[in-house]
């Protein structure tokens, strides 16, 4: 069955660039998480969205961080004038209801050179 | 930013035997628990969520327990076999409007 999808899989771009990264949560999903996580460590929180408005955005770890989520559906991180410190895998999950099982994506794997 | 750790705990199992990962939560109020297994190169998958209202739940295979005495969650995985290997996540949402806050992850691994 489908499951959360997120694109692109991998991402090299150059220091100083924009990135847009994409989430597909499952279909009628009502919450959507924003997770980072950089390598052999924990799961780092952005942001998530319940509907279309984000209650959350405590994880945030700076204003070149946004997040917006269109039609209660799909999720756009964009991460502006990347540095090399924003090199991590960035996950992206969904549920149900609020406060439910977190079903998660493979992730977006996001190198900054 | 919450739950990052430096280096993730091991834990060596041989293959056969039983397998018990322990995790401290945060937040005595929390009322949902999960566990996670994270295998390299995907995203974490579930395995086994308890409620706070009860103590222990059996799954196949594993087994979580709940101690809000002491804010401790653990997950048994009976008989373990090579395909355990992965890093495994112990999770809590404190209330029903809340985000998922995850612990550190321990990473379990398997001997021949």
């Known amino acids: 069955g489908a499951g959360v999808s997120q694109s692109p899989s991998n991402k090299v771009t150059e220091k100083g660039k924009d990135v847009e990264l994409r989430c597909d949560p499952i279909?009628?999903?009502?919450?959507l998480y924003w997770y980072r996580q950089s390598l052999g460590q924990g799961l780092e929180f952005l942001i998530y969205?319940?509907?279309?408005?984000?209650?959350?955005k405590s994880g945030l770890p700076s204003d070149r961080f946004s997040a917006e989520r269109t039609g209660g559906s799909v999720s756009t991180l964009t991460i502006q004038r990347t540095q090399q410190e924003d090199s991590a895998v960035y996950l992206c999950?969904?549920?149900?209801?609020?406060?439910?099982?977190?079903?998660f994506g493979d992730g977006t794997r996001l190198s900054i050179l | 930013g919450e739950s990052v750790g430096l280096h993730l705990p091991t834990l060596s199992v041989q293959e056969g035997d039983n397998s018990i990962i322990n995790c401290a939560y945060s937040n005595s109020a929390s009322d949902y628990f999960i566990w996670y297994k994270q295998e390299s190169g995907k995203g974490p998958q579930f395995i086994i969520d308890?409620?706070?209202?009860?103590d222990k739940r059996q799954g196949q295979r594993v087994t979580v327990l709940l101690n809000k005495t002491v804010k401790h969650l653990s997950l048994q995985i009976a008989a373990t076999q090579p395909g355990d290997s992965a890093v495994y996540f112990c999770a809590e949402i404190p209330n029903r409007d809340d985000k998922i806050i995850f612990g550190k992850g321990t990473r379990l691994h398997i001997l021949p």
């Open positions: 969205f319940q509907g279309n408005s984000a209650p959350d």
């Open positions: 999950a969904s549920s149900l209801v609020q406060g439910g099982k977190g079903h």
């Open positions: 279909s009628g999903h009502t919450a």
């Open positions: 308890i409620r706070s209202n009860m």
